[in-house]
C-alpha cells in the first residue's frame, strides 16, 4: 500500500484482548420526542433527559459501577421540521431549548451552507452513561545506543525474495527505545513473531513500538 511506517506495538497477539479489558463500560438508551420546538418547554425535555439518566444509571450500578464513577453524556437529535435527516448535537444537562436551536442552526449552515425558515423539531433524546475509565498509561522502555546485539537470540537463514539469506533473531523484551533493526530479521516475543523484510529497518520508539520503514526512508 505503500502506507509507512508499518507499526507493530508491543504484545500485538493481545492488544484486542488488552482494549477489551480496560474500555469502560458503557450503556446507551435513547427515546423517540418528535416535537417541535414551539410545542414543547425545557421542563418536558428535562424530565425526559432525567427519565433516561435513572435508567442508565441503574444499568450501570447492576454492572458493579456505583453513580458516582459514571459519566453522563447528552446527545439530542434536531432537524427541521418536514426534513427526513436529524443533525445529533451534544447537550449538556441543563441545555435550553433556545440554545440547542442557536447551535443546530449554526451546525445545519455549516453542514449544508443553508438554514430553512421553518422551525426546528426535537426528533430523539439519548443519554450515554459511561464507566470510570481504566488507570493504565503506555509506559516508556529504557533507552539503548542504537544497536539491538544484546537483544539478539541467534544468527538464522531464511528464504527471501526468491534466495536464501542471512537473517538474525532477536528477543524483543531486550530491545531498547532506538534500537534498528535492519531487515532480514525476526524478532520474537511471548505472542508473536514479527518479520522485518530485506531492505527495510525496524526502530523501537520510546514506548516499545517497532516502526517499520523501508531503508532511506
Same mark, same amino acid.
Given at each position: 500500500?505503500?502506507?509507512?511506517?508499518?507499526?507493530?506495538?508491543?504484545?500485538?497477539?493481545v492488544?484486542?484482548?488488552?482494549?477489551?479489558?480496560?474500555?469502560?463500560?458503557?450503556?446507551?438508551?435513547?427515546?423517540?420526542?418528535?416535537?417541535?420546538v414551539?410545542?414543547t418547554?425545557?421542563?418536558?425535555?428535562?424530565?425526559?433527559? =432525567?427519565?433516561?439518566?435513572a435508567? /442508565?444509571?441503574?444499568?450501570?450500578? +447492576?454492572?458493579? %459501577?456505583? !453513580?458516582?464513577d459514571q @459519566?453522563?453524556?447528552?446527545?439530542?437529535?434536531?432537524?427541521?421540521?418536514?426534513?427526513?435527516?436529524?443533525?445529533?448535537?451534544?447537550?449538556?444537562?441543563?441545555?435550553?431549548?433556545?440554545?440547542?436551536?442557536?447551535?443546530?442552526?449554526?451546525?445545519?449552515?455549516?453542514?449544508?451552507?443553508?438554514?430553512?425558515?421553518?422551525?426546528? =423539531?426535537?426528533?430523539?433524546?439519548? /443519554?450515554?452513561?459511561?464507566?470510570? +475509565?481504566?488507570? %493504565?498509561? !503506555?509506559?516508556?522502555i @529504557?533507552?539503548?545506543?542504537?544497536?539491538?546485539?544484546?537483544?539478539?537470540?541467534?544468527?538464522?537463514?531464511?528464504?527471501?525474495?526468491?534466495?536464501?539469506?542471512?537473517?538474525?533473531?532477536?528477543?524483543?523484551a531486550?530491545?531498547?527505545?532506538?534500537?534498528?533493526?535492519?531487515?532480514?530479521?525476526?524478532?520474537?516475543?511471548?505472542?508473536?513473531?514479527?518479520?522485518?523484510?530485506?531492505?527495510?529497518l525496524?526502530?523501537?520508539?520510546d514506548?516499545?513500538?517497532?516502526?517499520?520503514?523501508?531503508?532511506?526512508?
Amino acid at each position: 500500500m505503500g502506507s509507512w511506517p508499518v507499526i507493530i506495538p508491543p504484545s500485538p497477539g493481545v492488544l484486542c484482548a488488552y482494549g477489551d479489558a480496560t474500555t469502560r463500560l458503557r450503556v446507551d438508551a435513547q427515546r423517540s420526542f418528535n416535537r417541535l420546538v414551539t410545542q414543547t418547554n425545557d421542563s418536558e425535555v428535562k424530565a425526559v433527559v =432525567e427519565e433516561i439518566i435513572a435508567q /442508565v444509571t441503574s444499568e450501570l450500578e +447492576a454492572e458493579g %459501577v456505583t !453513580a458516582a464513577d459514571q @459519566e453522563h453524556r447528552v446527545e439530542i437529535d434536531l432537524r427541521y421540521s418536514g426534513q427526513a435527516f436529524e443533525v445529533p448535537l451534544s447537550a449538556p444537562v441543563g441545555s435550553t431549548i433556545a440554545e440547542l436551536v442557536d447551535r443546530f442552526d449554526a451546525e445545519h449552515l455549516r453542514l449544508f451552507t443553508f438554514n430553512l425558515p421553518v422551525p426546528q =423539531e426535537i426528533v430523539n433524546i439519548r /443519554v450515554v452513561a459511561l464507566g470510570k +475509565a481504566a488507570n %493504565v498509561s !503506555a509506559e516508556r522502555i @529504557e533507552k539503548g545506543s542504537g544497536n539491538p546485539a544484546s537483544a539478539k537470540l541467534y544468527d538464522h537463514k531464511l528464504w527471501m525474495d526468491g534466495r536464501e539469506q542471512d537473517a538474525i533473531i532477536y528477543d524483543r523484551a531486550r530491545l531498547r527505545a532506538g534500537d534498528r533493526i535492519a531487515g532480514p530479521a525476526i524478532i520474537t516475543e511471548m505472542d508473536s513473531t514479527t518479520l522485518v523484510h530485506s531492505g527495510h529497518l525496524a526502530t523501537v520508539d520510546d514506548f516499545g513500538n517497532l516502526l517499520i520503514n523501508p531503508e532511506g526512508r
